[in-house]
């Protein structure tokens, strides 16, 4: 039986090229785990209740679903697919704003504002960043490092008495371990004799 060494050069060719790939790519896996893992281990609260909605980490920014801001009060929400604008009109003190999607643009009450960040839409949902939201709905921010919690509370007003929203009363314990999806490792380049 005779062996061709072409054949042979041509496998260990291939074997180093797939080895090759492996290590460029190997890199840019841990920064794709951490932004999956941050995504997931961020909570909101919403006057004390959590987010139903999808919460987004994108850039630095948390991002959460228009209709979770409805708790806020007495809200509707129509969004322009022509324009991409969403007119958010109630609320105690009857208030109208007009986001612009990807535009820090905006308008309250007719006067120009700009935002600190653009609203967004991501699987067709329309997102807005926490902090933008608190400025619009006049909520409290905070922002609980530890437990990768963001606490938005607004105090209802009705007929001129307001009332405290809930707080959680203990915040969730992370479970113990690494968070976030655990890549592995990639494969060592063969030895060539």
Known sequence: MRIRSGNNAGKVKKM???????????PLAPSIGEKIALAAATTVYINGRVAQGEVLV???LTYLTLTDLKSFGDYSFRYNKTWRTITITGGDSGE??????????AKRNGQNITLEAAPLSY???TMVP?????DLFGA????DQNGSRVLLTKEAESNGNSTAPSRPSRP??????????????????????
Not at 173 to 191: E, I, T
Request: glycine content about 6%; charged content about 15%; cysteine-free.
């Open 140 to 143: 409290e921010l905070q922002w």
């Open 123 to 125: 699987e067709n949902k």
């Open 16 to 26: 180093l090229l797939a080895a090759t790939a492996a290590l460029l790519i190997a």
């Open 130 to 134: 926490v902090r933008v939201a608190a």
């Open 172 to 193: 969730p314990v992370s479970p113990p371990g690494p968070s976030g999806p655990s890549v592995p490792k990639p494969p060592s380049a063969p030895s060539i004799s």
């Open 96 to 105: 109208r704003f007009v986001l612009t999607l990807g535009s820090r643009e």
């Open 58 to 60: 994108r850039n630095g």
